[in-house]
């Protein structure tokens, strides 16, 4: 059987498929959009915006898309691609990714999104960025995301519908204006000038020195953007809510549940709810809808990008620092670090040689990503989120490590603290996982030997180390999951189904 057979078979007849992340994002659903775009007639993003990152081979040359849904490719055999109702749109990135498209000759004809979708605007980016100069920096990716959900709920956000409409775009977006200019003002005008020569801010482009934003050149860019989106803005949560049944859907999460504003690490989490209930919701269609849920987990080391809470991190606060700072990336770590290994006896060096050979460095920002141990507490809470099937990742990843560490439970290791009515102490031992708790939490660890020998080649579960399984099935079992799926590499064939 083929990869597409296996996954058919898998899926049963079920309808409509939600793939979502299971951890802190990036965890390898780009490919798995993919995959399954193969088998689906419509493929639809519902949460999330630019914030996200996706890597698609055209002719041979990868590009990183950000908004348009992977299943993209397969627009040629009519495949339905949709950005959903719930996505922080980004007109700019949208277009910027329809010239890429049309440079390599690859279709768009069936690439269809929400009239209601909110839409981000330069005052958006440009918040983003100040803010997070401000006290509680969350380690945002800086496309707007945080202040157009926030504009969003304060009822005076704007939607993709509202550039086809010259006078309503023109009078709402001077109104959604005022307050952020008012904000600016007590900020440091210099800082605000050079946030705004940023290339997704127009390069300079809308900076005014009297009121901080050029809003013609906004106004004019901004329509012209409507002209050319046209053709493609459509009801969507209509035509999802029609299908829905009849067509075989797959629904392509963003982000990923510990980073849910509802159901994450809050405050470090992005501003959607990217679970499968909002991911549901943001396509237009009851979370009921959904007949199948796969959550996709790295293994067994996982990442995080930005700020917040991961107590399995290799080198804790140090590594968590190092990340943060500002022009680290794939070059510069090499540079400072040519010889660490994934056996390294300096957990620090470990997460290091770990995130290279993983390629962890942010799709979006170019960041590296915080490496640590898989956190089976974590997936355990997950499966509330109705995450119980897994796809599980990169497992080629760890094929030299000599010893692989699993996060079985935590040690409290904070100050008392309430949690509803009992009092949590340090020494507490806990098996679950409580995300309030998470700052104060020292993992627990059950060794294994690795497996040590390339496995990037094994196209059968029954052809994979018998040390690679043992910490399956002990994942497994603590994680109370079921694995359906294994990764071997970044390639569709290097799939199992299991
Ligand atoms: P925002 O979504 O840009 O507001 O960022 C909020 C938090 O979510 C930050 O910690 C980001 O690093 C994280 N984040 C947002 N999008 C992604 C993603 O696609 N992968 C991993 N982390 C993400
Ligand atoms: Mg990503």
């Not at 659903?29 to 996200?52: L, M, P, Q, S, Y």
């Not at 109702?85 to 000759?105: I, R, Y």
């Not at 997704?200 to 860019?221: R, V």
């Not at 670090?337 to 390629?359: C, H, L, W």
Request: net charge positive; proline share 5%; aromatic share 10%.
């Amino acid at each position: 059987m083929n990869v597409l057979q296996s996954i058919t078979s898998l899926l049963n007849d079920r309808k409509t498929v939600a793939i979502v992340g299971g951890q802190f994002g990036d965890e390898g659903k780009g490919k798995f959009g993919d995959v399954f775009a193969e088998w689906a007639d419509v493929i639809a993003r519902g949460t999330g915006g630019a914030n996200a990152g996706h890597t698609i081979v055209i002719n041979g040359k990868k590009y990183i898309f950000h908004l348009i849904p992977s299943g993209i490719l397969h627009d040629k055999d009519g495949k339905k691609n949709i950005i959903g109702s719930g996505t922080a749109f980004d007109p700019g990135v949208v277009c910027e990714e329809l010239d890429l498209l049309k440079k390599e000759n690859a279709s768009y004809n069936n690439l269809w999104m929400s009239m209601n979708a909110h839409l981000v605007l330069p005052q958006h980016l440009v918040m983003d960025r100040v803010l997070e100069q401000c006290d509680g920096k969350i380690g945002t990716t800086g496309r707007g995301i945080g202040p157009v959900y926030m504009d969003h709920v304060a009822r005076m956000g704007l939607r993709l519908n509202d550039l086809l409409n010259k006078d309503d775009f023109v009078r709402k977006f001077r109104k959604n204006l005022r307050d952020k200019v008012r904000f600016l003002r007590t900020f440091d005008p210099e800082k605000v000038m050079e946030i705004m020569g940023h290339p997704h801010l127009g390069s300079g482009a809308y900076w005014d020195s009297h009121t901080f934003f050029n809003e013609e050149a906004i106004i004019e860019k901004y329509l012209e953007y409507g002209r050319r989106l046209e053709p493609m803005i459509c009801d969507s949560d209509k035509l999802l809510s029609q299908w829905v049944g009849k067509s075989r859907i797959v629904l392509e999460g963003a982000q990923a549940n510990l980073l849910s504003i509802d159901y994450g690490t809050y405050p470090f989490v992005t501003s959607s709810d990217c679970t499968v209930r909002g991911l549901a919701k943001g396509v237009g269609i009851p979370e009921r809808a959904v007949d199948y849920t796969l959550s996709v987990v790295k293994a067994f080391y996982m990442t995080r990008v930005g700020e917040g809470p991961f107590p399995t991190e290799f080198g804790g606060d140090h590594s968590a620092r190092w990340c943060a700072t500002k022009g680290i990336n794939k070059k510069s770590e090499l540079e400072n670090y040519p010889s660490v290994t994934v056996n390294d006896k300096n957990e620090f060096r470990q997460g290091v040689a770990i995130r290279m050979a993983g390629g962890e460095y942010g799709a979006t920002t170019g960041r590296p990503r915080r490496t640590g141990w898989l956190d089976v507490p974590l997936l355990r809470y997950c499966r509330h989120l109705g995450c119980s099937d897994i796809i599980f990742t990169k497992l080629d990843v760890l094929s030299n490590c000599k010893e692989i560490k699993i996060c079985f439970g935590y040690d409290y290791d904070g100050p008392p603290y309430r949690l509803g009515n009992k009092v949590v102490k340090s020494g507490y031992q806990m098996l679950t996982a409580v995300p309030a708790l998470l700052p104060h939490c020292i993992p627990r660890y059950v060794s294994f030997p690795g497996w040590c020998k390339p496995i990037s080649d094994v196209r059968t579960f029954a052809d994979l180390p018998v040390e690679l399984k043992n910490i399956l099935d002990f994942v497994s079992k603590q994680g109370e999951v079921t694995p359906r799926i294994i990764s071997v590499g970044a390639d569709r064939e290097q799939t199992i189904v299991i």
